[in-house]
Structure formats: C-alpha cells, structure tokens
C-alpha cells in the first residue's frame, strides 16, 4: 500500500477534473453540505473557499498533501474548529444562525472518528459505545454503567454487532487490537445516530489488512445503511478501492473531484508534488 505524506506548499495546478454532472449534489440530495468555507490561522489560509457534499449511501475520500486543510475542513463541520465563512449543512439544516442546544443538536447530525481512538481503554467496548448515545451528559456521567438505559445498551450492542464485535462487548477496550479499537469508535458513532460519518485519517495508525477492514466497513455503512461518509486518507490506493468519489485538497483549496475509479497516478503525483514543482 502506497501511503503519501508530504507536505503541501505551492500549488502546480492540478489538470482539471471537472465533476461530473451526477456529482452535482443540490443541497436536497445531501447529507452534508459544504459550500465557500474559510478558515485562517493567524494570516496564514487555510481553507480558501471550500466546497463539497456528500450524499446519503456514498464514501468520499479527501486526498492531498500535509497542511493541505482536509482535516480543518471536516474539524469546522462537527463544531471543533470554527470556520471564518461559508455555510455548512447537515442532514439538510443549515447551522449557521444557530446556537446553543439547537446548534448541538444539529451538529449531532454528524460523528466524527480519528487516527487517534480515544476509547477509554478500562472501560469495556460497550460502555464505550453506550457513551455515543448520550451526548450532552457529562463524560464523567455518560461513562458511569448506571447511567445506561436498558434501551441505549441494546442499542449499542446492535452497533456493535453491525461493526463485527458484539462477541467482544465485555472486553475491555485496551484489550482490542488497534483494527477493533476503530471499529469500536465507529460503532459508538453509529449509536449517536449520526447520518453523516467523518473519519480523520482512521487507517494511518493500522496494518494493512485491519486498515482494508475498516475502509471495507466505512465504505458498507455508506451503501448498504446509507450513511454519507467523508474520509481523509492519506493512501491513494485505498481511497480506489473503497471510495466512490475522491475530492483533492492543495494548499486550502480543492483541485480535484472525481469518481475514485477515475483517479490517476498523475492526479496523485500533482497532489502531493506540487511543492517539488
Ligand atoms: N489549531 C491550529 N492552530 C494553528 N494552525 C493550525 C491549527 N490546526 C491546523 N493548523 C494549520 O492548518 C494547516 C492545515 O492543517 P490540517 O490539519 O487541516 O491539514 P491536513 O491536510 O489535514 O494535514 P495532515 O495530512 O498533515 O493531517 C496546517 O498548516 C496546520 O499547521
């Protein structure tokens, strides 16, 4: 598996990659909406008038280079960075001009998994999930068992069981193996009741065969229970097998959408070499 890491600086454009007339979502067909996002550290732009959507049933993929904004654009979505400008939609609410509980609630829309896991590894696999289900509590009441409802464990356990460990829900969450310690942040995503699946690099810290499972179980949420899934990877192969549409990021800006099967080495090489050029 071919993995690119490389930093992102000038910007070699990229050969135009016109999307295709199917991919032209209205907000109406999407689950999430993404349209003149704009987002600047200090003087510094990171995201330079961004947009993308993705539908109900579909795997989209965000390639580019380090520093390039895939992971700000899918941080200003779920509310842990906040973009400058733009609009963002979820699960057809528009979340500007909201606040407080409604804002929470809207962006509750979406879930969000990372590199990092962030289980709480002495608790078992299923009070982690159990926590997915009670967002708002306090973390230190979401993860006491006496808090669960009979309703949110069998909840979780069928998300459990649709990520392939309900025979691992006991097991304390330490004890899995990186592969199913993403799986199990998944499965606590699935039992927030998220529409839109955001995943941040969620294969990087994975061997090759537990990185193919989990694409292969992001890429079945997406087509058989209709989830809308965004995906930064940093692996081009994998986005062509899994994804059904890769969007390319260069230096904040988006330069590249097309169907992953239509994704050339040369569109590859243009993402992540254009600091070489
Ligand atoms: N909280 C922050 N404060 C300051 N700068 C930040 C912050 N978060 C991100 N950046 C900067 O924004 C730019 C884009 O970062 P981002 O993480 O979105 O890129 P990326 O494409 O996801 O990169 P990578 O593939 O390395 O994860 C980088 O230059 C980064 O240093």
Do not use: W
């Amino acid at each position: 598996m071919i993995s690119y890491d490389r930093q992102a600086g000038g910007s070699r454009p990229l050969p135009a990659c016109p999307t295709p007339p199917e991919q032209q979502l209205t907000p109406l067909d999407t689950a999430l909406s993404v349209s003149g996002l704009r987002k600047s550290y200090g003087d510094r732009q990171v995201l330079k008038g961004v947009d993308f959507a993705v539908a109900p049933g579909e795997l989209v993929v965000l390639l580019g280079a380090n520093g390039s904004g895939k992971s700000t654009a899918l941080r200003c979505v779920v509310g842990l960075a906040e973009a400058d400008a733009g609009e963002i939609r979820l699960a057809g609410r528009r979340l500007r001009g909201l606040g407080g509980a409604e804002l929470a609630k809207a962006r509750r829309a979406a879930a969000m998994v990372f590199q990092q896991i962030h289980l709480v590894r002495r608790r078992s696999a299923l009070d982690n999930v159990c926590a997915g289900g009670l967002a708002g509590l306090p973390l230190s009441r979401s993860l006491a068992p006496a808090f669960f409802p009979r309703e949110l464990r069998e909840r979780a356990m069928a998300c459990l069981q649709r990520v392939g460990l309900a025979d691992r829900a006991h097991d304390r969450a330490g004890s899995l193996s990186g592969g199913q310690q993403q799986r199990v942040a998944v499965a606590r995503a699935l039992c927030q009741g998220a529409e839109v699946l955001l995943a941040d690099e969620p294969v990087s810290a994975l061997d090759p065969a537990a990185a193919t499972q989990v694409m292969a179980l992001l890429a079945e949420l997406a087509r058989r229970d209709g989830l809308a899934v965004a995906a930064v990877l940093h692996q081009p192969d994998l986005a062509r097998e899994h994804a059904d549409r890769v969007i390319g990021l260069v230096d904040g800006e988006i330069r590249l959408s097309c169907h992953a099967s239509a994704l050339s080495e040369s569109d590859i090489d243009a993402l992540y070499q254009s600091e070489d050029s």
